[in-house]
């Protein structure tokens, strides 16, 4: 019984080391080792053996099966890894870099004339300052001497965010809340530009949008006149255009300045382009954010970055800016 058993395991073993795939060694794992298998009945015969016939028999027994199974855990890893092998190879992808078809991206229109504008200030010897989306009407409007009854603080004009009690809360329709802000929070001088994004009821059109961004420049200082306001106006222009662009600055109104101008630059066909609104710091701006007026003055000046932008690159239609074409974008 012992010589067939020997033989048994034997050509298991070899044929173990030949199976290809896990089907089949689950068939011979029951063929050499199952319920059926010579092993099997051959330990049901053990207990019609002679004690020491049967200690030395079952020892053997034990031994063969043992090799077996030793056989069948080798084929099952083998196999095992084969398949997982196999299977990687048939998910693998090709993550190889071509260098010559990478086609790299780019800043923004708007971004790239935001960071030049800041870099063109901050070489004037400005900081920059920011300041949150969404505001309460103290600094989005009455700080800066808005009344009631302007028609900026209605709902055609402004968006209003319900948050209930106690205080009227807006996304912010210009970056002036910035400065109050910033005076509030710093003893004069102060020399700070806050660009960021803005929010109005405006419909879309080829010259506005309802989100746009906007930069607001802010110099509180003793012995600050017009006259520095426009010397800054014009050599911002200078450095961000180029020395062939004029400025002007034409007579105009805003609540948080007086007087207030509108200026404008020139285009290459004589004509003028509106850019933005300016002027002297109001004094009740001044006196609310608890700056004394007859000590500290100072000049505020705003404009679009998304306009200037549209002005830089000579484009139709503001509405490019964020209609987010691929084929547009790449021009730039």
Known sequence: MIEELEQTAADASARLAEVTDLDSLATLDAEFLGKKSALTLAKKQLGGLEPDDRKAAGKALNEIRGRIEADIAEARQRLTADARAEQLEAERLDLTEKRDEIKRGSLHLVTQSRDRLEDVFVGMGFTIAEGPEVESAWYN?????????????????????????????MLRSHTSPVQIRTMENTEPPIYIVAPGRTFRTDTADATHLPAFN?????????????????????????KFFGGEVKTRLRPSYFPFTEPSAEFDISRPDGSWLELGGCGM???????????????????????????????RYQLDDIRELVNNDVRFLRQF
Do not use: Y
């Open 141 to 169: 409007f009455e700080a800066l001497n808005i009344p009631e009854w302007h028609p900026a603080r209605g709902s055609f004009d402004t968006i209003f965010v319900n948050l209930g009690e106690p205080e009227q809360v």
């Open 214 to 238: 906007q930069i607001e420049g802010l110099v509180i200082d003793k012995g600050i006149t017009m006259g520095d306001l426009a010397g800054t106006i014009d050599e911002f222009v200078r």
């Open 281 to 311: 710091v109001h004094p009740n701006v001044l006196r609310n954010c608890g700056i004394d007026p007859d000590v500290w003055q100072g000049f505020a000046f705003g404009f679009g970055i998304d306009r200037l932008a549209v002005m």
